[in-house]
């Protein structure tokens, strides 16, 4: 792993390798299990199910984009140059570039993105262990797997409008609602947000 966000207190965040998804996919799955059984997210054990296969099948594409939060105990000053395999994973996020949500919104929504645009790097997923949660951790992994990701590009995501912590942290970093989505078997509604190429 790369670290993503240098030194500091609490976790590290760090870029993920192909190797570091497949060795820790289960503390990942564990952290994902946690925070998508929670309200607003839950839509049913079934839906559940299909999350955590598409998640497994996710962390094997060698086209995704991942950060961890790793909690490395008892590290002192060494902490930004532990392994990251000796840290608990209680965060991730992560991302690839592709045509999904652009999709849906066409079909939905009529959207027409600007001639000659780039394809869009979709933000897929962001967790983090409710006892990490109010010391700006998910902000650290946003701003980590962001900055991986590169310029140049747009970036959307889709997330439920009920989940206000989710929302106001992608607000608060520059993104902004477009349209609202209904997706899946289920019909869950959720909002795609966009982040404009700076």
Not at 139 to 163: C, V
Not at 190 to 195: M, N, S, W
């Amino acid at each position: 792993m790369t670290d993503a966000a240098g030194p500091s207190r609490g976790p590290v965040v760090r870029v993920a390798s192909p190797a570091d998804l497949v060795r820790h996919r289960a503390a990942i799955e564990r952290v994902c299990d946690l925070v998508f059984r929670e309200a607003p997210w839950w839509s049913g054990q079934a839906e559940h199910d299909r999350f955590l296969a598409r998640l497994r099948q996710d962390l094997t594409d060698p086209s995704i984009l991942a950060v961890l939060a790793l909690d490395v105990r008892d590290a002192g000053d060494a902490l930004a140059d532990r392994d990251a395999r000796d840290g608990e994973v209680v965060g991730m996020a992560y991302g690839r570039v592709d045509d999904y949500v652009t999709g849906a919104l066409r079909e939905q929504a009529g959207f027409q993105g600007p001639e000659g645009e780039p394809s869009a790097f979709e933000f897929m997923e962001l967790a983090l262990d409710p006892a990490y949660r109010g010391a700006g951790l998910g902000g650290r992994l946003h701003d980590a797997l962001m900055g991986a990701a590169g310029e140049g590009r747009p970036g959307y995501l889709l997330t439920r409008p009920s989940a206000a912590p989710a929302v106001g942290l992608y607000r608060g970093r520059g993104w902004y609602p477009v349209a609202p989505l209904v997706l899946g078997p289920n019909r869950v509604e959720v909002t795609a947000f966009r982040l404009d190429p700076r």
